[in-house]
Every structure is written in C-alpha cells, then in structure tokens.
C-alpha cells in the first residue's frame, strides 16, 4: 500500500539532531519504505544523515510517501511526531 | 617538551571563542590524536570482500565502544542528553554512510579506509554549506563518528580521557561528545579545543557538567605543550600560558569569586526580591520560546515579563495559524501558572526584522511602520494573534502587552480592536479571562511625555529601554558612527523614566521594565528609587539583581536617586552611581573589570 502525505515541521528548531533521531527511531518501528521530500530532493527516513541534510527548519513543508504492508500505522506514527513537534515546542 | 616550556614567555594570551563559564587553574595536558593519515589505494577484485569485511567489523567495534560510553553516564544533568550518542549510533547504523562506503570499495576499488574517508568528506561538504548554523556544526557529529570508524579500521588505539589520572587543563584538537561525556569532572577541570562552536554537541554538554571550556582556539595544540601551568578561562574564552605570579593570584582570586558568588546566588533562589524594609519587586523573565522556561525556573523567576511573540513568525514562510500559537502561549502559560505571562504583540521593524514579513525598503525603519504600526496595519494578523492569547488566557494568568504606542488615540484603536474580539469569543462561547490586564510598552518619547494621559486607560506599563533610550537620544546603537552616544544615565533618559514612574503612581498602576537595563544590577538601586515593581530580564541576571534588593532599604535607591538626578552628563551620573554601588556592595562591584 502506497500513501503520501505533505506535513509542515512545526517545533522551533526543525529536523536537528534530537528530532531527526526521534524520527528515524520511529520509522525504524515499520517494515515499510519511508521517503521523505523536500524541496525535490527525497531520502530515507530510516537515515539519520540524509534527514539531517534535508535541512528542514521550522516552517518548512515535507512530504512523506510510505510503501508497504504496514503504511498506514507508519504514516501516522510519523505524522503525529511531527505535528506534536516532535514533543518539543 | 621541556625546551617549549622555555620557549614560552610568561603571560602568554591565546584567545578562543568561550563556549562554558568558569575558570580553571592547572597544568595543561595535550591529548595526543594525531589524524589518522589515510593512504588511498587501489585493491584488487579478490581484496573486496576483505576489505567490506574489515569496515563492517569497525563499524561494529564503533558501535560497542559507543554504547559502553552510553551505559556509563549516569549523571542526571547528562541524562537528557544522551540522544547525541543516539545519533552517532545511528549515523554508524546509516544505510547512506554504509552503503556509500561499500560501493566504493566495490566499484572503484578503493581501500576501505580511503573510502570511508570520501564519503565522511562528501557529507562533510553538504553540512558546512548549510545555513542554518546549528544544522552546520552538525558536521562535526559526523566528523567524529568518521574519525572513530577510521581508527577501528587502522586498529590504531587512540588516547582516551578515561586514562589521564591527574587534574588537568585538556588541550585537544577536537573532542567529541563522547569524549565530553566520559570527562570525570575531579580530574579534567576544563578543556580547550582547536575547532568547535558555541552550539557543537561537545560545548552544550560542557556546559551541562560545568566544566570550563574555550573552543575554537585554533592554535591550541600547535602552540601549547602538555605539562605546562595553565589558565583558562570560559567566561570570555582566554587561555593564560605560563602565567606569572600576580597573573596567577588575580585569576586565583577571580575563580574564588566566580564560585563563591555562583553558590551564593543560588541560595537566594526560593526567597523573594523584597527589600529590607518591604519593598517587593517581581523578578521575571524575558523569553522567547518554551524551551526556555526551565532555565528561568531554575534560576527562580517569578513569571514571563516579556514573551516575544515574533519568534514564532520567524525562518518560516507563513505566519503560525491560530492554533499553532495558542498552543505556544498555552505552553508557556501552563508551565508559569500561577506566575503570569504577558504577551507582547507581534513586534517587528526597526531592528527586530522578520525577513519572512515583508516589510518595503523603508528609508527609516526604526521610524517607519513597526511595532504596533505594523499590527494596526495588519488587522487580520493581528486578529489571530490576540485569539489566540486571549484562549490561552483561560488557562492561566495571562496579560497583553502592545509595543511602541506613540498617543492615547493608538491606544483607543488597539483596546477597541481587543474589545471586538473579545466579543467575537463570547459569542463564539469561547472561554478568556474576562479581566486581562492589558498594557503597553514605554518607548518612546511621546508615550513617555504622555504617559500621564496613557496611565489612566491601561492596566499596567513596562518600560521598553532599549528602544527608549534610542529614541530619547536620536542613536542607533548599531551605527559604529554613534553608538557611542548611546548612554542608558543620559539625564534626559533618567528623566523619562521618572516620569513614566510618576504617571504609573500617580494611577496606580504597576510597573514595570523589561529592557536589558532592567537585567543589569549596575542600575538595580536607580529601578527601586523609581519604584519599579517588577524588572524582567534574561534569566541569569535574576540572582543578582535579586540579591541587591534583599540586601538594601527602599530609601538606599531614594538616596542614589536623590544623587544623581542632579548631575548633568551621563559621565557624572555613571561615575557617581559606580562609586556608590562599590561602597554598598564591594564584592560584586569592588574591582575594576579586568
């Protein structure tokens, strides 16, 4: 199953390294392919490095396209980290 | 070594950037990690598998070293900040580091230590072109993660902090955050590094333990030989090799100070700023994001004086909705219940310019459409702005503060406006708080000169210095040109603040200050002359400041004021108030900085 979703990184920091780790941790959880797109550029939300380069400041909008038998949990897991601000602000 | 400790003259000064306060005294020690040299070479087809083989293996190594580093800590204060180890372990788990690295060794033959090299470089090179300055000092996470991988692969062993035995001053190339984390605090009393940032993993720890630090120092290891007498200093990040005698006893004294005061202050935490005789000023904070709070708690501050709101509008495209700054409000306001928060308006022009916001070139900004100019222009920003702050104040104590009023008429329009949205929610059945002190920020000329006509129709004042004394000066403390003119005791200055003091009496209002004079314990004894009721400041200037107040009578600030007002430069005032604070309290104002 293929679903894709665009969300905007609400906490005040954006994707830095505490919320990048929540977020790979978090992906890891799913068997499912997850990308993450900004700006044209697309990476794997199970890589630390590649979301730390998506440079993702606050404001800005990611889309994430989830593929595989667990999509739909993998999406809003990672749906409900990133709205909630990763816990943060 | 013995002939560097000649070579080298007393009182040497190396300057760094100071990235953790404090001040250590010691014998330097040089933590010898020469950079592993990598020798690119090329490899046969039937060398791959070994060559895959033998990362994997240092990768795994990496890892367990990581993780007993992790187990270790158990430290409260490092605790919360053990998710950088989790990032390491992950950049070590990271399919593109791995990935990348083995096929390299695979399509271009490359050994596996030159090829780990490249692809550390390559993510390297993506970072430092970065903008945003915290993402950029990310490289050094990944430099360090590079550096561990590449010592497991060459098997070389490298120096550990966990082996030095003695109380030293460490004197590093680059440590990482793991290195920081082992640092056992009774023997590394502090530590210099040739590279780093204020905002690198290794400096926010430093300051977590406490440990003295200056980074940045970028001839640190070149210049400083292990085995010296040492002296560092973290405050403004200067580092004193082979110090002489006097040197030696001023840094001694300075450091007894610095710890004395620190655990002194702190003990005033828990106890209220009331004067000898009564007077009872709230002490709060300034802040602009939620994060901040804990620190302000910590250093017992009785409410948010000033939030600024224009944080929340900034390095994003479009303004936060409703919601989301609700939510913001909300979260400050839960957390300082029962102390209150007030929200200042949205605050932009002049210096504080939000580049999303798209203000036209303005020939005079500092004078053109800013503060609540801006707003009044904006209505339907406005509008959401002041939902949202009305909501959160259903919550907790909650007052709103509108910046940069100039007349009585600006002030009708705002509490007009705020009285239609006011109904708006009422109708909606939405829940505020019925009874929102609302006030307005002091800082300008006109509202100062007025602020008679203006006391009578807000509920309180908080006087914004910065601005005030720009305006009262005609200086704009950014031009190098006149910046010098820029004198917080300029009588004129003094004089404004006496008369919106008097207006606020007279009306019986509070107020209040939430400029950086408010946080400067120089101008502590002037604030409650005037009878200020409530100073906000950035949380570290509270001790002190709170300190002062405990220690005098209210007529001690009526006596200074009686002294100074008299004066008729800016010079004099200063001079007379540093004599008089010297007199009253030697230890904190007693010796000239140095």
Known sequence: MKISKTMKIVNRLGLHARAAAQLVKTANLFTSEILIEKDEETVNAKSIMGILMLAAVCGSEITVNVDGDDAESAMQAVGELVENGFGED | ?594
């Open chain 2, 1 to 594: 070594m013995v002939s560097a400790k000649i070579d080298i003259p007393q009182d040497t000064f190396l300057v760094g950037i100071g990235s953790s306060p404090g001040i250590a005294i010691g014998e330097s020690f040089l933590l010898h990690r020469n950079r592993t040299t990598v020798v690119p070479r090329q490899i046969t087809p039937e060398e791959v598998p070994g060559e895959v083989a033998s990362f994997r293996r240092a990768l795994k190594m990496s890892q367990v070293q990581l993780r007993e580093v992790k187990d270790g800590v158990s430290d409260q204060r490092l605790v919360d900040h053990l998710y950088i180890i989790d990032t390491h372990l992950m950049i070590l788990d990271d399919e593109m580091l791995v990935k990348d690295t083995i096929s390299l060794i695979e399509k271009e033959l490359l050994n596996a230590e030159a090829a780990l090299q490249k692809t550390v470089r390559k993510f390297r090179d993506v970072f430092s072109s970065l903008e945003d300055e915290y993402l950029r000092d990310r490289q050094s996470d990944i430099d360090s993660v590079g550096d561990r991988i590449l010592c497991n692969l060459t098997g070389e062993t490298r120096q550990s902090l966990t082996d030095i035995d003695q109380k030293v001053v460490v004197i590093a190339h680059d440590l990482s955050p793991a290195d920081t984390l082992q640092i056992d605090r009774k023997k590394i009393i502090g530590f210099v590094t040739d590279v780093g940032g204020r905002t690198s993993h290794t400096s926010i720890l430093a300051r977590s333990l406490g440990v003295p630090a200056v980074v940045g120092l970028e001839t640190a290891t070149a210049l400083v030989p292990g085995g010296i007498p040492v002296i560092m200093d973290g405050t403004n990040g200067t580092l004193i090799l082979n110090p002489s005698e006097m040197t030696f006893r001023e840094y001694l004294r300075k450091k007894q100070d610095y710890e004395y005061q620190e655990q002194e202050l702190l003990s005033y935490k828990e106890l209220p700023a009331i004067t000898r005789d009564g007077f009872r000023v709230s002490l709060q904070s300034n802040i602009e994001l939620p994060m901040e709070i804990s620190q302000a708690l910590s250093q017992g501050t009785e409410g948010v004086g000033l939030m600024r709101s224009e944080f929340l509008f900034m390095g994003r495209p479009t303004p936060p909705d409703e919601e989301e700054q609700y939510h913001a409000y909300l979260e400050v306001v839960e957390r300082m219940t029962p102390h209150p928060v007030t929200i200042r308006t949205l605050d932009v022009g002049g210096d504080k310019f939000v580049p999303e916001i798209n203000l036209n070139d303005e020939m005079n900004p500092a004078m053109g459409l800013r503060g609540i100019r801006f707003s009044l222009n904006e209505k339907q920003m406005l509008n959401v702005q002041l939902r949202a702050i009305l909501r959160a104040s259903a919550q907790g104590p909650v007052r709103i503060m509108f910046p940069m009023l100039t007349g009585v008429a600006e002030l009708r329009q705002c509490l007009e406006y705020l009285n239609a949205i006011k109904n708006e929610l009422r109708t909606a059945g939405i829940k505020f708080d019925e009874k929102i002190p609302v006030g307005i920020m002091i800082e300008t000329p006109a509202a100062a000169l007025i602020a008679d006509h203006l006391a009578s129709e807000v509920d309180f004042f908080s006087i914004g210095t910065n601005d005030l004394i720009q305006y009262c000066l005609a200086v704009d403390r950014a031009n190098e040109h006149v910046a010098y003119l820029y004198e917080p005791l300029h009588p004129a200055v003094l004089k404004a603040l006496a008369l919106i003091c008097q207006a606020a009496e007279k009306n019986n209002i509070p107020v209040s200050m939430c400029g950086e004079m408010a946080g400067d314990p120089l101008y502590t004894l002037i604030l409650l002359g005037l009878g200020i009721n409530e100073l906000s400041m950035n949380p570290s200037g509270l001790p002190r400041v709170k300190r002062i107040l405990r220690q005098v009578d209210r007529s001690a600030g009526q006596k200074v004021i009686d002294e100074i007002f008299g004066l008729t430069t800016a010079q004099e005032v200063i001079q007379c108030l540093e004599k008089r604070m010297a007199d009253l309290f030697p230890d904190l104002f007693g010796e000239p900085s140095f």
